[in-house]
């Protein structure tokens, strides 16, 4: 008999997306070295491109120097995937877990991502699917609503998955988002008819949906944000 | 699928065979050293060769990308020298050894599917001069990551 596995979640609210990436790093590093157990971060990240290790900045398709004139900022970071965006209104989930304890290999952890957020627009009666091959995240026909790009390193996972809400789609316009041309991206309050509740509901659910998905047996919510949002090194 | 089964049968005429939990064979070479971040390496003197085994190709997904590493970068027992993509995930890859990078497969850039096709062959990834041979003794033997994979499969 596995002995129970807990999930401890942090809801930070909205994060700048270089202190995501060290509070990340701080927590990977605990999670190697068994200090925390399983961790799950829950925010947003202002107007904020990101690239992926391939940096295919191609897919960026307005100068970089015109990103501040639409408030945005860009990363290169070291997950896998190609161009994307995030922004307000948009659910963003970054496990920190140990892919060795449960076996899983990138593929499966991948393929669990997925079906977290199919099940959470299933709640709002959306039926989302898989993207094909080489079409990794959720779609609702062919509109994508959910993005994903992780990093896995010595088993441990971060950076994660990106849900759309109801972030301003626009911005999506100046990226070939994901690297796949000729596809739209939709949104929850675009999909659904449903009264999108409050969002921190919103982000309530697709947090539960993420636990229910990975089997865990426990679910402790992290009270105080601040324990981790306060970092020795502010950047 | 297919091809690989295909594949996988061939090897295991000449090589012992893992049956994973879910009866889909991992091919594990007989004359291999492995890691347990699932890396193979082939000594030959003080030169040895690696990559990642089937079980790992298998467990990634479809690899789209594979970081490489110079020539002449120090790599370390345990430590990653560098990374794949597959699915939208980059997974850093660790180094069965220690020593020094003297050629890579630089047929992984065009064509990265080789590492998930042919994982101990065509899709070998370094070759390094050894600074410490001994350090093949921490390593596993087929009979070994056999099991081990097993182990690591029932977990789910």
Known sequence: ?235 | MALRLLWASRVASHLRISVAQRGFASAVLKDLKYADSHEWVKIEGNKATFGITDHAQDHLGDVVYVELPELGHSVSQGKSFGAVESVKATSDINSPVSGTVVEVNKELTESPGLVNSSPYEQGWIVKVELSDAGEAEKLMDSDKYSKFCEEEDAKH
């Not at chain 1, 290790?53 to 290169?76: M, W």
């Open chain 1, 1 to 235: 008999m596995r002995s129970p596995r807990t999930l401890e979640v942090w809801r930070l609210g909205t994060v700048n997306y270089l202190k995501s990436l060290k509070i990340q790093d701080k927590l990977v590093s605990e999670r190697k070295s068994h200090q925390i157990p399983d961790t799950l971060l829950s925010l947003e990240h202002p107007p904020t491109y990101t690239l992926g290790k391939r940096r295919t900045d191609h897919n960026l398709l307005i100068p970089q120097s015109q990103l501040t004139k639409i408030g945005a900022e860009l990363h290169y970071t070291q997950r896998g995937g190609d161009i994307t965006f995030h922004g307000p209104h948009q659910a963003i989930l970054y496990p920190i877990i140990s892919l060795r304890s449960i076996g899983f290999g990138a593929r499966n952890y991948v393929e669990t991502l997925e079906r977290s957020m199919i099940e959470f627009a299933s709640m709002y009666g959306v039926r989302a699917r898989a993207g094909n091959k080489c079409e990794t995240g959720v779609w609702v026909g062919d509109r994508k609503i959910g993005a994903i790009g992780v990093r896995i390193s010595c088993g441990i996972t971060c950076h994660g998955l990106a849900f759309n809400i109801d972030p301003d789609l626009n911005y999506f316009e100046h990226i070939v988002p994901c690297g796949i041309a000729d596809k739209e991206v939709t949104s929850l309050r675009r999909e659904t008819d449903a009264l999108l509740p409050k969002e921190e509901v919103i982000h309530k659910q697709l947090i539960t949906c993420f636990a229910k998905a990975f089997s865990y047996d426990d679910v402790v919510w992290k009270e105080d944000p601040s324990f981790i949002l306060d970092t020795k090194d502010d950047g």
